[in-house]
């Protein structure tokens, strides 16, 4: 058990912190969900029922990150911003998702609500 808790603490190091938030991971997941295709600013805020201000921080620090792309696209003469993981984005995605089920398989605490 100790080796497994080092291991888990030694793999977290090779993990980018600054993806350790809830709203980045859901839009990650959410991302990474519809693989190459783009998905709509709009379409992201209803589905993960994010704040404007939430979405968009963390959308804008993901960009700068290079782990999803931004293009704007036109539909029925609106300009609207879309979104896509990267490929960079799915990898750090899946490192840390690997790392997640690890931590909850080996002596992560679950809370039972």
């Given amino acids: 058990m100790e ?20 709203p980045r991971l859901q839009l990650l997941s959410e991302l990474n969900l519809l693989g ?31 782990y999803v792309a931004k293009r704007e696209v036109t539909l029925g003469g609106k300009k609207m911003d879309a979104y896509k993981i990267t490929a960079d984005g799915a990898q750090a995605f899946e490192k840390i998702r690997r790392w997640l089920a690890a931590f909850a398989n080996r002596g992560g605490v679950v809370l039972d609500d």
């Fill in 36 to 66: 190459d295709e783009y998905a709509l600013y709009r379409d992201l805020k209803a589905s993960l029922m994010l704040d404007d201000g939430v979405l968009i921080f963390n959308l804008r620090a993901l960009v700068g990150m290079g």
């Fill in 3 to 22: 080796h497994d808790s080092r291991a888990l603490v030694e793999a977290v190091k090779s993990l980018n912190a600054k993806l350790f938030s809830l």
